[in-house]
């Protein structure tokens, strides 16, 4: 089955421990996403990832690390997370088609973190 | 900066009726990206429509539809024939062509009643 998969679904943790979220997909997708979602706020990007070891900056980047050393794989790193980086978090990927066309994202099933 | 903006943050309809969504969203680019998408309860994120700005074609999918107006950068969600699965949180998405940095909109809650 296609899908995107995060892991965890839920954490809570305590300010400045050093936390992952991974996310892995299935479907041979060049680009890959992180999005946070606060209510009013609506989705707000984080990092994106045009291709393997290709990386670039969001909207919301402060806080945040990201690495791509595998196709599939797309994980987030909170070095030292803090209260306001309790939200949900989104992991998502799609093809890039030739001519910059733009496929549909795929997203994962989110990641509820809350930091204390 | 581009933006995107939702000016609605919550809507009722009811069920079979017809409900608008508005999107609005600024741009200085001539060819880019538009999506709506889905959040049920469940939070998992679907797309529902996709428009192409160099499309004057406005897209349809089933029961929903759009009504793209380039020149006054809105791009309105058409859902005909409401059913309660409709009720979710509907997201609207803008991407210029050549870029990789999607901007999502607040959100519209929209909530169909039986």
């Known amino acids: 089955e296609a899908q995107v998969t995060q892991n965890p679904r839920y954490l809570i943790t305590v300010t400045g421990k050093k936390l992952t979220v991974t996310c892995s997909q299935n479907?041979?997708?060049?680009?890959m996403s992180w999005y946070r979602q606060d209510p009013g706020l609506g989705l707000r990007q984080i990092y994106y990832s045009m291709n393997v070891e290709v990386t670039d900056k969001g909207d919301v980047p402060e806080g945040y690390k990201v690495s791509r050393k595998e196709k599939r794989n797309f994980p987030l790193i909170l070095e030292s997370p803090s209260p306001n980086q309790t939200s949900l978090y989104f992991c998502?990927?799609?093809?890039?088609?030739?001519?910059?066309?733009?496929?549909?994202?795929?997203f994962g099933p989110g990641t509820r973190l809350t930091v204390l | 900066a581009q933006t995107v903006t939702q000016s609605q943050p919550e809507m009722s309809v009811q069920e079979a009726e017809t409900v608008t969504l508005s999107c609005t969203y600024d741009t200085s680019e001539s060819n880019y990206y538009l999506f709506w998408y889905k959040q049920p309860p469940s939070r998992q994120m679907i797309l529902v429509i996709r428009?192409?700005?160099?499309?004057?074609q406005n897209a349809t999918e089933n029961r929903f539809s759009v009504n793209f107006q380039k020149a006054a950068k809105s791009f309105s969600l058409k859902i005909s024939d409401s059913q309660l699965g409709d009720t979710a949180m509907y997201f609207c998405?803008?991407?210029?062509?050549?870029?990789?940095?999607?901007?999502f909109g607040t959100g519209t809650r929209l909530k169909v009643l039986a």
């Open positions: 428009q192409e700005a160099y499309k004057q």
């Open positions: 479907m041979n997708h060049e680009y």
């Open positions: 998502a990927s799609s093809l890039i088609r030739d001519r910059g066309g733009y496929n549909e994202q795929f």
């Open positions: 998405a803008f991407i210029n062509a050549g870029t990789y940095k999607y901007i």
